[in-house]
């Protein structure tokens, strides 16, 4: 039998993670590969930012592979001044704007919303945490793009009010304004919602964090 290693690695010499700013500084250098791990890292969080505030998978979708193209091709203009998530998000949420913006996202489906929602939630309660997500959702249309964008920030995807500040190109008092306002208007729509367990699963985040991976 083999004797163990006289010195085993430990968390002080174990190999460090590339980081996102790494990965953007090999793929500004050449490398192939460093983008496209970039974009497993992210799309999923992505995804579900461009879902949350556009309401339509298929547009969605779009609006994620148009700002992941927008990155690939200006990703000499970022500066490190924030995390590469934070430039990523901004970007996302930007093309997400310009959607609403340009046109009137189409009603989503039912089953197309829920096939969405599954790709990203656990099984337990669906069909009540289903119902909700889809109520939520149809209620955020409502909103003018600038505070639905906040609420879907802080309110469901759990980021903090400086966070999303930093995220939407604002002042933190401007998000809390937004939202607050926003509040108010879906306010009496979900009122019935109020005291449904499921809500809090649906509507809020997770404890998002910006950071440079």
């Known amino acids: 039998m083999n004797s163990p290693p006289d010195n085993p690695p430990t968390a002080e010499h174990a190999p460090r993670a590339t980081s996102d700013a790494d990965l953007l500084a090999r793929h500004l250098g050449g490398d192939p590969h460093a983008f496209s791990e970039i974009v497993r890292r992210h799309r999923d969080r ?38 590469v998530t934070t430039w990523l998000h901004r970007i996302v949420v930007n093309a997400c704007l310009d959607r609403m913006r340009r046109k009137s996202v189409r009603p989503v489906a039912d089953d197309e919303l829920i096939e969405a929602a599954e790709r ?33 920030l802080v309110d469901m995807m759990g980021y903090a009010v400086d966070d999303a500040a930093t995220v939407l190109g604002v002042p933190p008092g401007t998000v809390k304004s937004r939202c607050a306002r926003g509040r108010a208007k879906l306010a009496p729509i979900l009122s019935h919602l109020r005291n449904r367990s499921d809500l809090t699963r649906v509507s809020s985040g997770k404890g998002a964090e910006l950071r440079d991976g």
Do not use: C, I
């Open 46 to 83: 992505m995804w579900a930012v461009a879902l949350r505030t556009l309401g339509d998978p298929d547009e969605a979708a779009d609006a994620v592979q148009d700002a992941f193209v927008s990155a690939y091709r200006k990703a000499g203009s970022f500066r490190g001044e924030a995390a």
């Open 120 to 152: 990203e939630s656990p099984a337990t309660d669906q069909a009540g945490e289903r119902e909700v997500s889809l109520e939520v959702t149809a209620a955020l249309k409502l909103l003018p793009p600038d505070q639905r964008a906040a609420l879907v």
